[in-house]
């Protein structure tokens, strides 16, 4: 007999991720369909920040800043592994925004959000302060403010994961090809077969018009597509802050330490007319963030500086903004009429912070359409997979994990710890040495760890491994990535 699952989601990024942990933890039987890799869009495209969008005031967006700040803490406390609090160093640049609105601006986000845990914002003397080292003369003044950092693309993963982990069923690599609305639900058609599900979400996220195409819906919003590039370069500094910086068109961007060994520069606005299977940053937008970089700090940099690019499309919603930075970042929800039948639910918009409460009221909205849930929400306190340590607790856990595998360096630990926290123990295993992982490709990737993010959190290729699964790609060769290669070809799942 066909499963007839309570819900199908198309979609692995955030968004899509995020609503099946939630639906599976209160008992729906869920489906999630992904065409490619989880995160392999926008959701592994960001900068990497859990913040409430500083700069959203100026739009006056003062509700969505209030929840994704409201957000910040409580997907730390759920994921401290992969989250972790940032300092950031704002100056103060004579000529663009006045110190009182910057003041103002930073007294509205420390309070706004209900901070708790994450210190509030202070006036700064960039001679004296460690982040004024590197900046060019004439930067006196500065604030130094709260947010956070994610690996966005683990993030994805281990909300996945954890939909699995409470029964959902997670195919990537399918396609939807049709979704055809029958009696009592959704057939949806792909190339491995139909699957039947009593509702349909709607998590496409650039995409999101396609999909309501292939459904045979009229979109309720028009979309804004907004490309957002970043540049990766060497270490423009060696201190634990990251940069907020003004330019004179009125945008801002940020200078943020990235792996250790690099800084990661971003983002642009600009309006995205093209495919959404190959996005790349433009030559000109290249050029503006090492521009940018180059107003402010005395080490100067260029195109030829940058050891990696890459490029996300968000969607937003049109809501007339002139500018593309000024476009509303907030989401909308919504559900097709009762009268026409199976429930389907689109998500427009949204932003990495505020996934876990879109996801909640999504499954909230839904749940009486399908006649009721067993659970309830659930999402705000539980730990995702490797998370199941207090906020303070990555200290001990690297601690732990140097005692029980002495032949990792410091910077093994701390590469392991922060992708997999309390679960690294499940690919390490009883190793005592390096040979006992198997196959060593550089830079600390063992078989085993491979055998692990490929049976476990869905990883498929070499690029699913080395870009989403971890940043390694930045530190292996062509060699050693030709050899993982090989070694996923001759080991099939």
């Not at 994921?79 to 103060?92: D, E, K, N, S, T």
């Not at 530190?475 to 090989?486: F, M």
Request: hydrophobic share 40%; charged share 25%.
């Amino acid at each position: 007999m066909q499963t007839v699952y309570d819900l199908a989601v198309i979609g692995g990024g955030v968004n899509g991720a995020g609503i099946a942990r939630d639906a599976a933890g209160r008992g729906a039987k869920v489906l999630l369909l992904e065409a490619n890799d989880l995160a392999s869009g926008t959701s592994s495209a960001s900068t990497k920040l859990i913040h409430g969008g500083l700069r959203y005031l100026e739009h006056r967006e003062f509700g969505l800043v209030r929840e994704a700040l409201a957000e910040r803490e409580a997907l730390w406390k759920i994921a401290p592994h992969i989250i972790h609090p940032m300092r950031f160093v704002l100056p103060y640049v004579e000529g663009l925004r006045p110190k009182w609105l910057l003041r103002l601006g930073l007294f509205l986000y420390d309070h706004i959000g209900g901070r708790r845990k994450l210190p509030a914002t202070r006036t700064i003397d960039l001679h004296r302060h460690p982040a004024g080292a590197q900046l060019k003369a004439g930067f006196a003044t500065g604030f130094e403010y709260s947010d956070g950092w994610v690996d966005d693309a683990r993030l994805v993963v281990l909300n996945a994961l954890d939909a699995r982990e409470h029964e959902a069923e997670v195919l990537t690599g399918v396609p939807v090809l049709a979704a055809f609305r029958e009696e009592n639900g959704w057939d949806l058609k792909t190339q491995v077969g139909h699957f039947h599900a009593r509702s349909l979400v709607n998590a496409g996220g650039p995409a999101v018009l396609d999909v309501l195409r292939l459904a045979g819906e009229r979109p309720d919003y028009a979309m804004r597509l907004v490309r957002g590039s970043h540049i990766v370069v060497p270490a423009l500094f060696d201190h634990p802050y990251a940069y907020f910086f003004q330019l004179p068109d009125g945008r801002i961007f940020f200078a943020i330490p990235y792996e250790r060994d690099f800084t990661l520069i971003g983002t642009t606005d600009a309006d995205h007319t093209g495919p959404l299977d190959a996005v790349k940053a433009s030559t000109e937008e290249i050029e503006y963030l090492c521009e940018g970089v180059n107003r402010y700090f005395m080490q100067q940099i260029t195109p030829a500086d940058v050891v990696w690019s890459y490029a996300g499309v968000r969607p937003l919603i049109n809501d007339g903004s002139r500018k593309p930075e000024a476009a509303t970042r907030g989401y909308r929800l919504e559900f097709s009429d009762p009268e026409e039948g199976a429930p389907l639910l689109s998500v427009y918009g949204g932003k990495i912070t505020t996934y876990r409460h879109l996801a909640e009221e999504a499954v909230d909205r839904l749940a009486p359409r399908l006649g009721g849930l067993p659970g309830r929400a659930w999402t705000k306190t539980a730990p995702l997979p490797g998370g199941d340590f207090t906020i303070k607790g990555l200290p001990k856990l690297k601690a732990r994990l140097a005692a029980d595998y002495p032949f990792l360096d410091e910077v093994d630990v701390d590469r392991i710890a922060r992708a997999y926290g309390t679960r690294a123990p499940r690919w390490l295993g009883e190793a005592k040495g390096w040979d006992d992982l198997g196959q060593a490709f550089g830079a600390g990737l063992s078989a085993a760890e491979v055998d692990y993010v490929r049976h476990v959190e869905f990883a498929s290729t070499a690029e699913d491994i080395l870009w989403r699964r971890s940043k390694l790609g930045l530190r292996l060769n062509g060699k050693q990535k030709a050899a993982l290669e090989d070694y996923i070809l001759a080991h099939p799942h």
